[in-house]
């Protein structure tokens, strides 16, 4: 028989008028291999069918099912039970916006920092349907698919402090899209057009430095290096931009 385990889930429906946001207890009963992804399904399926919460891919592809649990941002779908206590809580990401209970709106968050961000090539090459492909550099290739991994999750700007108290952060994740387009060699942006983007407190320069985003990012993405080097290059845009004619 396996454990018994005590999960207290934020409970609050907005939708729902007069209803209070509160902590709820459910015990069911542990096995092997079991993630708080299917414990969650379990007691939706077995004891309250009204516990909203998202998920896709179960297989930390899709990034919906971040959640706080225990107070630490995570993917659900990715944490066994098994290591964490017999009883523990799991409540929504703070930052974005409340669906119901541990269900948050991420999307609308991700496609205004897309928008924001211009996360697309900038080129005046013409696109030819005709052409072939071009081959890129393995390297440079590699070097892109990295910050390529992120899932959207949310995690590294629940944990942020500046995130917490300031509305137009960006987040680490914000910054590590820049960090992309910086390094593809295909965008024709200059550092003084990624400093419009990103070279103010909204952006690299509103980071205290805490990094509790390279601790919890589940994709384990070197979002310290990727904001250092977008640090560095906007420090220069920013100096060449008010001292023209400076040498670096
Ligand atoms: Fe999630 Fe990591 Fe992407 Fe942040 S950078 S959204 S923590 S995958
Ligand atoms: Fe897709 Fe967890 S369900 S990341």
New binding site residues.
């Given amino acids: 028989m396996g454990r018994q385990i005590t999960i207290s889930c934020f409970r609050f429906n907005p939708n729902i008028p007069g209803d209070k946001p509160r902590m709820q207890d459910y015990k069911l009963e542990e096995y092997e291999g079991m993630t708080l992804f299917i414990a969650l399904n379990d007691i939706r399926e077995k004891l309250d069918p009204t516990l909203i919460f998202d998920f896709v891919c179960r297989a930390a592809i899709c990034?919906s099912c971040?959640m706080l649990i225990n107070g630490r941002p995570r993917l659900a779908c990715k944490t066994m039970t098994r290591n964490l206590p017999s009883h523990f809580t799991v409540m929504p990401l703070p930052v974005f916006k409340l669906i119901g209970d541990l269900s948050v709106d991420t999307g609308k968050w991700f496609r205004d920092l897309q928008m924001r961000t211009e996360a697309w090539i900038h080129t005046t090459k013409k696109f030819d349907f005709n052409a072939l492909e071009v081959r890129m550099d393995n390297k440079i290739a590699e070097e892109i698919y990295e910050p390529e991994r992120?899932?959207?999750?949310?995690?590294?700007?629940a944990c942020c402090i500046t995130a917490n108290i300031r509305d137009d952060f960006m987040g680490?994740?914000g910054i590590?899209r820049v960090c992309r387009f910086i390094i593809d060699p295909r965008d024709e942006r200059s550092d003084a057009e990624y400093f419009e983007v990103v070279g103010d407190e909204g952006g690299t320069f509103g980071c205290v430095g805490l990094m509790a985003?390279d601790d919890?990012?589940?994709?384990e993405?070197p979002?310290q290096e990727n904001l250092a080097f977008v640090r560095r290059k906007m420090a220069g845009a920013g100096l060449k931009l008010t001292f023209p004619g400076v040498k670096l």
């Fill in positions: 990034g971040a992120c899932v959207e999750c949310g995690c590294c700007v680490a994740t590590n985003c919890m990012c589940p994709m993405l979002l």
